[in-house]
């Protein structure tokens, strides 16, 4: 059928069936206008044709074929207008006159206005109609020709590229151009000026090859780079004479006889890729406690997988390249104001586990201010210009320059990605991960129905822009592209579309446009690894993973119960958006009582209140699953638990359920990939999955896994249930489709393939770029004819949310810390007070346990009574004087301590031999503090190693982490990362001694209630982060000064006074406010004059301040000390017998919300 078309076949095989036929399409037409799909022709078929016989005699026949390939028709009498898809990506579209079964073949344009009469029939009849061609401008582009090739586009191009460099002396000195152009911040690369002629840089490959050949294989560039430098050779060839020479014959071989293989290999080994942006801008893009939060979900764990194995990769090839410059990674995203617990409220933030790689947050910001609230994917797009303004010059900014490659994610990543690719003439990736369209049937034609929800207009239109600008497309697997047999893709869907009222695509995008990828992501595997590898276990969650699944107890984190523990489990965990279909699985499960004596159900995504929501999709799935559970009365056999964002704890949730022999679901409707499905095959977990998308690749049906059909629930959960009833009777079939998938994950999923590709695809299509410059500005011009007067347009109509914006000047994302001061005061004195900054007590009934520091037997003694009466446990203490009360610390249950030396080592082990250590390390001795001690404890760094062994290898001690502390009242925020990247030297070197691996890292203290606090919070959070990637460390801060200081003042008396000259010798710093209140007279009559105040004792040695000038004061007068709640008491002097107050004081601070 591929070189006949069905115009040419149809008439033969109706009337093959002329009677029925006749009968047939006038039933088709007997109603009304109306759009049908296969399955509505089909059941019109079945009530015509009424004899089974004669029935499949017509569908088995000629006629048959047409009609099983045919994805709609429009039925506007007297016609039926096909449009028929014999292959994936090959559509013919033909009408027929259903009173005389004429046929006629009709272009996608025709075939379109068939569609409009239905819905708009006045638009339809509009000449002046705008329709959208971007077919016109790839005349010139060769294109891929079987369906199977789809998706190959890196590989296309290197032949379509080896064969023009072969060919014309022009393409062959675009080539030479291009590697000319090749620098890093301005220093060239590869080749200079000196070699700008095709034959001159043969005949310097031949002499220079000749040359490198003669030193040794692993010698260094360094050793003959000179020379090289002399005959127009640049850095980049490769770091030792073994890779140069691989790649100068690469080169030689390209320009004498150019193949495929060559090409893209040599691509592979250019230096073209140093700095990489990366947008994905809605929903709660972060590290921790953002999964399940509204739109937001897998695509976040994707990209932040997808950039670990980016830079790993950049790093790699750079190091080969002979290179020393570091990668730059930003993976751009909305920063919210208002980011509900996340990160997101944080312009920069080091991404775990790399070296090299941020997430840069930018606001959305409309004339007003700054936009505080979280916006839906769906209502996003007013703001994406002014969001594209702001990037770009941050951007430039931070990576110093503009970057080498852009990619895009989702729709409003890939447009914004448009226009920075466009602006700054970069090559441009982007990455669907998944088209609306597809998603709701009829969307685009329906456009009076789904817009003012969902604003499709404004989302396929943005579609439309990024995915015909882009230079390569990303895509997961082969149907997201040009779907299956059954089913067009999702780009495909973009062929040939319209939406009544706004425009008319007839040529919107072509599946074997060479621009076309597949490089499916990988599994994470240090967090999804087999159930069957009981060492890397997360065994710390299982507690809580017990309680999550069978707890008797509902709460806000889950609810329902299952009865029967012993029941295997099925499993599911996704977003509650329609499409997920979570409310479709446990509806199958309801329905199939023989299931659900099998196994238990448990679904983990949402939260229970769908008022809570602020999507409404959400809300209304929600709303649904409660109805289904109790029309089902499923209480007893369901558990529903809440999203869960912790992907280390889910990892293991996936283990558990394994452990219990039970299965994964995932029966979305239409699911792009389906990063689920490859994290719970590679946990072991038997999976069954849509064949709706993706997962129809991922899985080899019966082998790996299972497909099952989302719109087709009792077949779909019948499958379920003869597998577990296979199971019961044979286990060896669980172990044989959990091995399976173990394998499958393992041949075809890593993100070191992934990464690979992608950088393959940078460098060959930034040529492919160049080499099509004239053809692509002029689609550039198409694009901003389109975008500019249309998706503007469209764009302003979407309603923007009511608040009040944030202004600028005012974005702040730091907490108050200002509650009301707790006990009047003296109205003379009130009014000098400032308000206490004592951090609020915790809400009631929810108190977390904060680990303690304590420093001597007293504070101990006290912590033992005091604290312990205040509900606060010993176990918690951590006592930072080891050396000097060891045994007394043993007894009263304190069992964390720290040392810094073999003597506090031996003690230890003498007295207290079960007691967890933290190594206290020496401070920077710079720290700009006003009390360093770094003199005083802490170990150096050439004595770690040694200390270590000894601590943990030989004595057999426990060493759990690391302490330090940069000093009382710190002046430098920067020293607090020097700091803490000492300490991760100590976790790097007891990996290296085998130490087992250390939990806590205590960042001390030095903090002080000003606005310093800020500075140095937001240095120790990015240190921490960068330097300390595992979330699940502990990290204690020791705030002692930071939350009494300011709280309390105090006001005391003038008790005496001498005129003349004291020579004081000590001099307390802590009292950094001095306030004369004179009750005699005003202030302003007062004469000023040099003093000196004392305590009590009035010794030289009681002196509190020196060198001020006060007023002249009289007996009785007041004198305010501010901030003393802080070291005053220990600051103090029994000198000449006067007593120290005996009362102990407890600050307490309420919190009034």
Not at 298 to 317: H, K, P, S, T, W
Not at 445 to 464: G, I, M, N, R
Request: glycine content about 6%; proline content about 5%; aromatic content about 10%.
């Amino acid at each position: 059928m591929a070189t006949t078309t069905v115009a040419d076949i149809m008439p033969d095989a109706l009337k093959q069936s002329r009677y029925h036929m006749k009968r047939c399409f006038t039933r088709f037409i007997a109603t009304r206008r109306r759009l049908m799909k296969l399955k509505n022709l089909m059941e019109e078929i079945e009530n015509t044709i009424e004899d089974k016989a004669e029935r499949t005699k017509v569908l088995e026949g000629s006629l048959g074929q047409i009609l099983s390939s045919t994805q709609e028709a429009a039925v506007v009498p007297p016609y039926v207008a096909f449009a028929v898809r014999h292959n994936p990506g090959c559509w013919d579209y033909v009408k027929v006159n259903a009173e005389n079964l004429s046929v006629e073949a009709i272009s996608a344009k025709e075939y379109l206005k068939f569609k409009e009469m239905i819905f708009d029939e006045d638009w339809a009849k509009d000449d002046n109609a705008l329709e959208v061609d971007f077919g016109a401008f790839d005349y010139s582009n060769p294109r891929l020709a079987l369906p199977s090739s789809v998706g190959n586009g890196l590989n296309f191009v290197s032949k379509v590229l080896s064969s023009k460099i072969g060919g014309k002396p022009e393409d062959t000195q675009t080539f030479l151009d291009y590697l000319l152009d090749l620098n890093h911040q301005g220093e060239n690369l590869m080749i200079n000026e000196n070699l700008n002629g095709v034959s001159k840089l043969q005949a310097a490959l031949i002499v220079a090859e000749v040359f490198v050949s003669s030193f040794p294989k692993d010698a260094p560039y360094k050793d003959f780079e000179h020379k090289l430098k002399e005959w127009g050779f640049e850095k980049g060839w490769g770091e030792n004479a073994g890779r140069v020479r691989e790649t100068m014959r690469l080169l030689s071989e390209i320009l004498q006889a150019p193949d495929p293989i060559n090409m893209e290999s040599f691509f592979s080994r250019l230096p073209t890729t140093f700095n990489i942006v990366i947008f994905s801008i809605h929903g709660y893009f972060g590290q921790a406690d953002v999964l399940g939060l509204p739109d937001t979900g897998g695509q976040v764990v994707y990209i932040l997988d997808q950039v670990r194995a980016l830079e790993e990769e950049m790093l790699r090839r750079i190091k080969q390249q002979g290179l020393n410059m570091k990668p730059k990674i930003l993976v751009v995203t909305r920063l919210i104001p208002d980011a509900q617990g996340t990160t997101c409220n944080q312009e920069m933030e080091p991404i775990l586990n790399s070296s090299h790689s941020h997430i840069l947050r930018i606001p959305f910001r409309t004339e007003k201010g700054v936009l505080c609230q979280w916006v839906s994917r769906f209502d996003i797009y007013p703001y994406l210009e002014n969001y594209a303004k702001d990037a770009t010059a941050k951007i430039l900014e931070l990576m110093e320059g503009k970057p080498d490659l852009i990619i895009g994610n989702y729709t409003d990543g890939n447009l914004v990605a448009s226009l920075l690719a466009n602006k700054l003439g970069v090559t441009q990736g982007t990455i669907a991960h998944a088209l609306e369209k597809t998603k709701y049937e009829d969307s685009d034609v329906k456009l009076k129905e789904f817009d003012p929800k969902y604003h499709f207009s404004c989302q396929f239109t943005a579609d439309l822009l990024a995915m015909n600008a882009a230079d390569f497309i990303i895509t997961s697997t082969y149907q997201e592209i040009a779907g299956s047999e059954a089913r067009p893709g999702q780009y495909e869907s973009h062929t040939a579309f319209t939406m009544p009222g706004i425009y008319r695509v007839v040529s919107g995008i072509n599946v074997f446009d060479p621009k076309f990828n597949i490089a499916a992501p990988g599994a994470e595997q240090s967090s999804y690894f087999p159930f069957t590898e009981k060492q890397k276990r997360f065994v710390k969650f299982r507690p809580a993973i017990e309680e999550l699944l069978y707890s008797n107890e509902e709460n806000n984190e889950h609810i329902g119960l299952l009865a029967d523990k012993k029941k295997p489990i099925i499993f599911s965990m996704a977003r509650f958006d329609t499409v997920k279909n979570l409310t479709g699985l446990t509806e199958w499960y309801g329905k199939n009582k023989k299931l659900r004596n099998l196994v238990n159900l448990v679904i983990v995504g949402g939260f229970f209140d769908p008022s809570k929501s602020k999507d409404r999709e959400e809300a209304a799935e929600i709303k649904k699953m409660h109805g289904l559970i109790e029309n089902y009365k499923l209480k007893g056999q369901m558990r529903w638990i809440a999203a869960q964002p912790d992907k280390y704890r889910n990892s293991e949730l996936y283990r558990t359920i394994a452990d219990t022999k039970g299965a994964f679901v995932q029966p979305a409707l239409y699911e792009a990939f389906g990063l689920t499905v490859i994290e719970a095959m590679n946990c072991g977990l038997p999976t069954f999955a849509t064949h709706q998308g993706g997962p129809a690749e991922i899985i080899v049906d019966e082998v790996s896994g299972f497909h099952i059909d989302p719109y087709n629930g009792d077949e779909s959960s019948k499958k379920i249930t003869d597998f577990f009833e296979k199971c019961k009777v044979d286990s060896k079939n669980w172990n044989r489709i959990s091995e399976g998938g173990l394998k499958r994950i393992e041949e075809c999923y890593t993100w070191k393939i992934y990464a690979n590709k992608v950088l393959n695809m940078g460098s060959i299509y930034g040529f492919w770029r160049q080499f099509n410059v004239g053809q692509k500005q002029a689609k550039q011009r198409y694009f901003e004819m389109f975008y500019n007067p249309l998706f503007r347009k469209l764009a302003s109509n979407v309603p923007i949310p009511h608040e009040e914006p944030l202004p600028l000047a005012t974005l702040d994302t730091t907490q108050s810390q200002e509650p009301k001061l707790p006990l009047p005061v003296p109205a003379a004195v009130a009014k000098l007070l400032p308000l206490p900054t004592i951090a609020p007590k915790e809400t009631e009934g929810k108190q977390e346990e904060k680990q303690l520091e304590t420093s001597s037997r007293t504070e101990i003694a006290q912590y033992a009574g005091h604290w312990l009466c205040l509900c606060v446990s010993a176990s918690i203490i951590v006592y930072a004087m080891a050396i000097s009360h060891i045994k007394h610390s043993a007894a009263v249950g304190v069992n964390l301590t720290t040392f810094d030396s073999k003597l506090e080592v031996n003690k230890i082990k003498k007295w207290h031999p079960q007691c967890h250590l933290l190594l206290r390390i020496k401070a920077p001795s710079d720290s700009g503090s006003l009390r360093p001690l770094g003199k005083k404890f802490g170990v150096l760094p050439e004595e770690i190693e040694p200390l270590l062994h000894y601590a943990c290898n030989v004595v057999g001690l426990k060493v759990v982490g690391v302490s330090f502390h940069v000093g009382s009242i710190a002046q430098d925020p920067s020293i607090y990362c020097e700091a803490i990247a000492g300490a991760r030297v100590v976790f790097d070197v007891a990996y290296y001694l085998e130490i087992p691996k250390m939990q806590i890292l205590n960042v001390g203290g030095g903090f002080r209630s000003t606005l310093l606090l800020e500075e140095i919070a937001g240095v120790v959070n990015e240190a921490v982060q960068g330097y300390f990637p595992d979330p699940n460390l502990t990290i204690i801060a020791e705030p002692g000064r930071f939350f009494p200081e300011t709280v309390v003042t105090l006001v005391t008396h003038v008790i005496g006074k001498r005129l003349g000259t004291f020579r004081p010798t000590l001099y307390n710093s802590c009292f950094v406010g001095i306030k004369p209140l004179s009750v005699k007279a005003s202030e302003e009559s007062c004469q000023i004059c040099e003093s000196i105040i004392y305590g009590p004792s009035c010794d030289s040695l009681d002196a509190v301040a020196i060198d001020i000038k006060l007023p002249e004061l009289q007996l009785d007068d007041l004198i305010v000390f501010y901030n003393m709640g802080a070291y005053s008491k220990c600051a103090g002097t029994m000198f000449n017998g006067f007593d120290m107050l005996s009362t102990p004081t407890y600050l307490v601070s309420t919190n009034s919300s």
